[in-house]
């Protein structure tokens, strides 16, 4: 298994240590996890996204006013 090192803000280690010790794991599994998670799947939506998301806005109703004639353009040469 490799090794990784690297060097960020004394803030930002502090936020990375709570946030382990949070989800209870050695602050070195949590950043595998976390370099898991984004080499990964990079391009994929989180676990129950649409679920959590889908059908669930609350707002006014979301209507799209006329858009009026299309625009003739010249072509392209």
């Not at 209870?24 to 676990?47: D, H, I």
Request: hydrophobic share 35%; no cysteine.
């Amino acid at each position: 298994m490799a090794q990784l090192h690297f060097y960020v803000p004394d803030e930002v280690e502090a936020q990375i240590r709570n946030k382990a010790s949070q989800a209870q794991l050695p602050l070195s599994r949590y950043l595998a996890n976390l370099v898991k998670q984004e080499a990964g799947q990079p391009s994929q939506w989180p676990q129950g996204y649409f679920e959590q998301v889908f059908g669930q806005w609350q707002g006014a109703p979301l209507v799209r006013p006329p858009q009026g004639e299309y625009e003739e353009r010249p072509e392209l040469k």
